[in-house]
């Protein structure tokens, strides 16, 4: 495999524990439930591409993003109290971005379309709730804060009607930042 096509896969090493000690385990793609490779997952090192790393199985609880880089004791820097239990590869993506927020859930109130980072829909706006989206192009991360801050979740394209149904237990988003290919 040419290092062309490494980067456009992705390859992130999990180790059991910090300071990338004890097991190890490569991944390359999506993993939904960790238990059968490794007992438990406290630092890691992503070689290529890039990942949402998530605290429960299935892709569900706290999220992460992770880029090229060593994460080596991952818990102290994000204040987890759990281990990472499934991934999920974030594709390269290259083209426009697109995305249309709504004030309420299922598509409801003020309605914008979005095409670059915003980095305060309250300023921008004059929205107080992000509550559901329509992703048409491109990847996006969403922040519970202003400023690309605070608890953050993953969308690709596709319709989100009502976020607290996607396991967010957070009030609202504040501030959106495209995935960019520089990224990887």
């Known amino acids: 495999m040419s290092n062309t096509d490494m980067n456009m896969r992705g390859k992130v090493i999990f180790y059991e524990d910090r300071n990338f000690q004890g097991r190890s385990w490569e991944c390359m ?15 890691c090192r992503v070689e290529s591409g890039c990942f949402m790393v998530y605290n429960r199985p299935n892709y569900m609880g706290h999220q992460y993003f992770m880029r ?44 914008y379309e979005m095409m670059d980072d915003c980095d305060n829909i309250m300023d921008r706006y004059r929205m107080n709730n992000c509550m559901s989206c329509n992703v048409m192009d491109g990847h996006w991360l969403m922040y519970e804060q202003p400023h690309y801050r605070g608890r953050m979740m993953y969308f690709r394209p596709g319709e989100y009607r009502n976020f607290m149904n996607m396991g967010w237990s957070g009030s609202r988003f504040m501030s959106m930042r495209r995935v960019m290919d520089s990224w990887y």
Do not use: K, T
Not at 32 to 43: V, W
Not at 90 to 111: A, H, K, L, S, W
């Open 29 to 43: 793609s999506d993993c939904s439930d960790f238990s059968s490779y490794l007992s438990r997952c406290h630092s």
């Open 68 to 111: 090229r880089g060593d994460y080596a004791d991952y818990m102290n820097m994000w204040g987890w109290s759990d281990c990472i239990r499934s991934c999920r590869m974030v594709p390269m993506y290259r083209g426009q971005y697109r995305m249309r927020i709504y004030e309420r859930e299922n598509f409801g109130g003020q309605m």
